[in-house]
């Protein structure tokens, strides 16, 4: 999911920026519309593929099919008894098959933010994706609770052509009341019981937090002095065991010293868990040598459980070297880096994290800055 998130935001930002240079100040008014309705052709490719990440992980062969057909974006070709299997066997994967799509949306636009609070990119190069991601994360949420209209009507005939979780919101809700009900892929609002409307409800009022944000006001950051500025947004999505809500505030000072803070607040059934994290990112030593890390804690239902009333505690580091090479003048970039990147985690759940039980990622990759 991370992999594939962070390749299409780097080429959505270099694309924007193309654009903008090569457009006369005159027509630039126009470029936002444009860019807002390229992302909403393009948000299926990443939140389709944010589901199919969770079957990748877990060994299960998938296709995904992202442009829409009669309204809809799948991932298809998995067998009922493969996902009733999944769902038997290790129910909090099979609820973040349904949640993934979400997560990966919402990560995304985190991302987009981070980037403009620490002013690595341009507000005007990401907000065209921003807005219609953010806003549609909202939407979302509201139309399942809130509508009785069905956004699939009936389950195809082939198996294999069925998406694997039709309405995500419905489907968690339905499966985190009912693990053990009989089986069937797409929940419309009549399946839903009057304590699973309740609780949809519910997070459908709480989704409204992912539109408590500056940046959909059009301010990306706050000076507080000549060299320290600060930025913030508050989420809000469904994970494997119930909700996470959370509260970011980004800091910069100098430009060389780039901080994040999270709180977080995860929610099963009836009981309410918290996490932290704090991030450094890119920051220079010397000239050539840029270190990101990150350190995070955590209380969370025990074996990630949407009725227990106990938790676990948990954690998780990442430590990010970069080395940087500078090119000349008339060189397309500013610097191109190497980056090794390693993660440990225990079990628990990490949004974009591919596991939920404890791991060791190893990554080593390509950064550049054109100019």
Not at 260 to 269: H, I
Not at 345 to 367: C, M
Request: overall charge positive; glycine content about 8%.
């Amino acid at each position: 999911m991370r992999q594939f998130t962070e390749g299409y935001l780097s080429l959505y930002r270099l694309s924007s920026d193309a654009v903008y240079r090569h457009t006369p100040q005159k027509h630039q008014y126009l470029i936002l519309p444009v860019q807002m309705l390229a992302s909403l052709y393009f948000i299926p490719l990443t939140h389709e593929e944010g589901h199919r990440s969770v079957l990748t992980n877990l060994s299960i062969g998938s296709v995904s099919d992202p442009l829409f057909k009669r309204g809809v974006a799948k991932v298809v070709g998995v067998t009922d008894l493969t996902l009733q299997h999944l769902r038997d066997t290790n129910l909090p994967e099979y609820i973040r098959l349904h949640t993934a799509g979400l997560e990966s949306d919402y990560m995304l636009t985190k991302r987009e933010q981070q980037l403009v609070a620490f002013g690595q990119e341009k507000l005007k190069n990401v907000i065209g994706d921003f807005y219609p991601r953010r806003l549609g994360i909202a939407f979302y949420f509201i139309s399942s609770a809130f509508s009785t209209k069905n956004h699939i009507e009936a389950e195809e005939g082939n198996e294999l052509e069925r998406d694997i979780v039709g309405d995500d919101i419905r489907g968690a809700v339905r499966h985190l009341h009912r693990p053990t009900d009989s089986f069937y892929r797409y929940t419309n609002y009549a399946d839903l019981l009057p304590n699973e409307r309740k609780y949809i409800r519910k997070v459908g009022f709480w989704s409204l937090l992912n539109i408590a944000n500056p940046m959909l006001f059009g301010k990306s950051t706050f000076a507080m002095t000549q060299n320290l500025s600060m930025s913030f947004g508050l989420g809000y999505i469904l994970v494997p065991f119930g909700t996470m809500a959370e509260e970011n505030i980004w800091i910069s000072y100098r430009n060389n010293n780039n901080i994040s803070l999270c709180v977080r607040q995860y929610s099963n059934q009836r009981n309410t868990f918290w996490g932290a994290e704090l991030a450094l990112f890119d920051k220079l030593i010397g000239r050539h040598c840029a270190v990101s890390g990150s350190v995070q804690g955590w209380k969370q239902p025990q074996d990630l459980s949407f009725t227990t009333n106990k938790g676990t505690l948990g954690g998780a580091a990442m430590l990010r070297l970069g080395y940087r090479m500078y090119g000349k003048t008339s060189s397309p970039f500013q610097w191109l880096s190497v980056d090794g990147n390693v993660r440990v985690k225990t079990e628990g759940f990490i949004p974009e994290d591919p596991s939920l039980k404890s791991a060791t990622n190893l990554a080593i990759g390509i950064s550049v800055c054109p100019n």
